[in-house]
């Protein structure tokens, strides 16, 4: 393989890395994003139901 050759597929590898890492780096905002939205999600259902327990204190 010629040096050009040889700097044009090094030059791919890095793009490719870079690629992945971003990839990987969208897919972990994602699963951040969903993470916390489902637990915001569960803290306002627990306050929502003991606001609707506090209201009837008979039952």
């Known amino acids: ?8 597929v090094d030059r791919l590898e890095v793009r490719v890395d870079q690629l ?5 780096e969208r897919a972990d905002f994602t699963l951040r994003l969903i993470m916390y939205g489902l637990t915001a999600a569960i803290v306002v259902l627990n306050i929502v139901m003991i606001a609707i327990a506090a209201s009837n204190p008979g039952h």
């Open 1 to 8: 393989m010629e040096a050009w050759e040889k700097a044009r």
């Open 20 to 24: 992945e890492r971003k990839n990987w």
